[in-house]
């Protein structure tokens, strides 16, 4: 049945499944991490320095990567990455006494490479795959690959907490390489060879962008992920378990629904912006859509300083704010695959998501760092929010320069 398809739609359909079983494990081990290691007495900021290097490198490999991918191919950089998250896995499967926190940032920093690979091949791909006087079927397809890999990452982190209840921390981890493995194989035979290759091979010095729209963009996204990472990375998590003493599989499930209910939205924004009137965002969309979600976690902040119910406050607060925050983060990655070339597409591509992986480094280390400083527990929580809540601030401020006409170059 597949054979009868257009081969772009064919290449589509590989590069979502990819990009899908990829999103699952890295879910999935991000939560095997946390509450793993939570449970043998790590501090929150020793857990956030477990992401540490995941984090670096994903800045590191989103800055260089989009060079490799216009160079050799995006179904290199995607199997690359493919290949280095089976490799991640498998150092994690040494005895316990081996797991020190340095073997585990060294996991951490080979997985933080894979995501970024496989992330900036995916979302190139699309860029190429449809034709380039079709605007409003980009968003669309933008919006689809992006919210269905949240949801999908969302089910990981369901499926990282049920399976270190059920396997233990090294059965969990082997089922997800022996999984990503075969994946990684079919892709091999069924991933286009020259997708994604520069006509004109850019020079190293390219890796910066030119574009002052795809800067402007950068910024916003680096303060809009930092502002959610803050606080939802490792402050929630260990909240959730400390504070309200939820169960591993409670909070794995928990933040799972969230993130799966994100994906959702993030794959109808489309409609939820007017696509359905037949308009598609620009940098006007992008900057009121920052303005509505910055009042969001400074209103949970006072819930919980106001002694209402935790976990109410919590769950209420956070719906709005993963909502708000879906739509936010679809136009964004909408308009970043508009704005970028069309030939060596990834530099562009790969310069934007490396702001992002700097927005989710900082957020990370200041989500462990400044929870543990405030005292954890409530007091330690609305910190974070409250950060987060001057971050999307800065991504507001900073969106209004983006353009408002087609004319981004």
């Known amino acids: 049945m597949l054979s009868h398809l257009p081969p772009a739609i064919r290449q589509y359909l590989v590069v979502t499944g990819n990009y899908w079983a990829f999103t699952l494990t890295d879910g999935a081990l991000r939560m095997l991490v946390v509450l793993h290691f939570h449970s043998l007495g790590y501090s929150p900021l020793d857990i956030a320095l477990l992401f540490l290097f995941y984090e670096v490198f994903g800045v590191i490999t989103n800055l260089v990567g989009g060079w490799i991918g216009a160079h050799m191919g995006l179904n290199r950089t995607m199997n690359i990455g493919l290949a280095l998250q089976v490799a991640a896995l498998a150092m994690l499967l040494v005895p316990s006494s081996w797991?020190?926190?340095?073997?585990?940032?060294?996991?951490?920093?080979?997985?933080?490479?894979?995501?970024?690979?496989?992330?900036?091949?995916?979302?190139?791909?699309?860029?190429?795959?449809?034709?380039?006087?079709?605007?409003?079927?980009?968003?669309?397809?933008?919006?689809?690959?992006?919210?269905?890999?949240?949801?999908?990452?969302?089910?990981?982190?369901?499926?990282?907490?049920?399976?270190?209840?059920?396997?233990?921390?090294?059965?969990?981890v082997a089922s997800m390489a022996g999984a990503l493995a075969f994946v990684w194989i079919l892709s091999i035979l069924l991933l286009k060879r020259d997708l994604g290759k520069a006509k004109n091979k850019p020079k190293f010095r390219d890796i910066f962008s030119k574009s002052p729209a795809i800067n402007i963009l950068s910024a916003a996204r680096m303060f809009l992920f930092g502002a959610r990472d803050v606080w939802f990375v490792v402050a929630l998590p260990v909240f959730l378990s400390q504070t309200l003493n939820w169960n591993h599989s409670q909070t794995g499930a928990f933040l799972a629904l969230w993130v799966i209910g994100y994906g959702i939205v993030q794959a109808f924004a489309p409609r939820i912006t007017g696509k359905a009137s037949g308009k598609v965002p620009d940098g006007l969309s992008a900057t009121w859509w920052a303005l509505s979600l910055t009042v969001l976690p400074g209103l949970i902040a006072i819930g919980l300083m106001l002694g209402l119910n935790p976990a109410t406050v919590l769950i209420c607060g956070l719906a709005l704010f993963g909502a708000v925050f879906a739509v936010n983060s679809s136009l964004h990655s909408y308009l970043i695959v508009s704005y970028a070339g069309n030939d060596g597409v990834s530099l562009d591509v790969g310069f934007y998501y490396m702001s992002n992986a700097m927005g989710r480094l900082i957020g990370t280390v200041l989500s462990g760092w400044v929870f543990q400083l405030a005292g954890q527990g409530n007091s330690g929580l609305q910190a974070c929010l409250w950060i987060s809540t001057a971050f999307l601030i800065a991504a507001t401020l900073i969106s209004i320069k983006l353009p408002h006409s087609r004319n981004t170059r």
């Open 99 to 172: 797991l020190t926190v340095m073997w585990v940032m060294a996991a951490q920093a080979l997985s933080g490479i894979a995501k970024d690979l496989n992330k900036m091949s995916a979302k190139s791909s699309i860029k190429l795959l449809v034709p380039p006087e079709a605007e409003g079927k980009l968003y669309y397809w933008v919006a689809l690959l992006t919210g269905s890999k949240n949801t999908l990452k969302g089910i990981g982190f369901f499926l990282g907490g049920f399976l270190l209840s059920v396997l233990g921390f090294s059965g969990a």
